[in-house]
């Protein structure tokens, strides 16, 4: 595995050091090829202060911009965010050192931005031509050649952003058996119910949001029926009620993720909930920050968020520790990872440290 820059080993800008003997999880980054970045890194995490330390890397796929696990959590998949599109999986057989299982698959859309694995299948979310594939996955865990592709269609108000589709993320429901991909262009919400018996995914529905939004992620709360739908076009999140029985969304409200007043244009691009349901996260790019919105018992946003700096510059991603008490962001154009200790009080994150990832995207633990 190529150390992507001769950055292999070196420990975090904090001081703290991680232990790459040690039992932390490995952290798997995603990055911008085509920006200088080094594919896909391998960090161990250190389980007490959350320290990465890096260990290596492979730029065996272009643009692995978003990366997801195998529900065994032993095959790595990544998109290849290119005009072609193609979806790849890496063996995790010896897990510091991925091995790609084969070439990348073309997913038979453009730009693919997000992926997730459910059922039987391999979904990605294509967001230059407005589409979703389900590739079907092999024995050995490897993608198959696409077995079907869902076009969306529609657009929205922003004339440079919404002239067409641009579906950016695919999240199954937690009983796995629905699949929902949040479109930027159409304004809207796909709910894709999964045959039981082939796992290919039958449209159920479109749930529209407010025109002009531009939904780019969602993610469920673990403990009550909230689906919190994170914009990107306007700094909000819009609060859903997810009904599990009918596989239907509801729109109850929209949020600001900055308090009023913040003047500089921002686009929120990862959303992030604790496990006790108490706190909502979101990376903002452009104000470069964190935001914390404290959740009420039914899982509702009230008063002025929190906000604090992501450490670096233009957040792609954030993503919390299985732990719960480090969150960590990507920020893609300052090139690290920073990690922050979280408040499990009030969810206030505190920047402890990080390390340099160039063109950073993503980060996933196993």
């Known amino acids: 595995m190529a150390d992507g820059g001769g950055r292999l080993g070196q420990a975090g800008r904090s001081g703290g050091s991680g232990r790459p003997g040690g039992r932390g999880l490995l952290a798997y980054i995603g990055s911008f090829t085509e920006a200088g970045g080094r594919g896909i890194t391998v960090a161990r995490t250190d389980p007490a202060t959350g320290a990465l330390t890096l260990l290596g890397s492979t730029d065996a796929v272009a643009n692995p911009s978003y990366l997801a696990l195998s529900p065994g959590a032993d095959v790595l998949y990544a998109v290849s965010e290119t005009d072609e599109g193609a979806a790849a999986a890496f063996s995790l057989a010896d897990p510091v050192r991925p091995e790609l299982l084969g070439p990348p698959v073309p997913v038979r859309g453009d730009g693919p931005t997000h992926l997730a694995v459910t059922g039987t299948h391999l979904f990605t979310a294509n967001y230059g031509s407005g589409s979703v594939s389900a590739l079907p996955v092999r024995t050995g865990g490897g993608p198959g050649a696409p077995a079907a592709v869902m076009a969306h269609r529609g657009g929205g108000p922003d004339a440079e952003r919404q002239k067409g589709p641009h579906a950016h993320a695919v999240v199954p429901d937690p009983s ?171 969810g206030t994150p505190r920047c402890a440290g990080s390390v340099p990832v160039p063109a950073a995207s993503c980060v996933v633990f196993a």
């Open 176 to 346: 796995g058996g629905r699949l929902l991909a949040v479109d930027l262009g159409t304004d809207s919400v796909w709910t894709y119910a999964l045959d039981p018996v082939t796992g290919l995914p039958r449209l159920q529905g479109e749930t529209p949001l407010r025109p002009g939004t531009g939904p780019r992620h969602l993610v469920f709360s673990p403990v009550n029926d909230r689906v919190y739908v994170l914009n990107e076009l306007v700094p909000s999140v819009t609060v859903c009620r997810w009904d599990a029985a009918r596989g239907t969304l509801e729109p109850l409200g929209e949020t600001r993720v900055l308090p009023p007043g913040e003047g500089v244009r921002t686009y929120p691009s990862a959303p992030v909930v604790s496990a006790d349901g108490r706190f909502l996260w979101t990376a903002n790019r452009g104000h470069d920050s964190i935001s914390v919105l404290a959740l009420d018992a039914s899982g509702d946003p009230g008063g002025v968020p929190e906000v604090v700096g992501c450490g670096g510059v233009w957040p792609r991603d954030l993503t919390l520790h299985p732990s719960g008490g480090h969150l960590y962001a990507a920020n893609e154009r300052s090139g690290d990872v920073a990690w922050f200790a979280v408040d499990a009080e009030t």
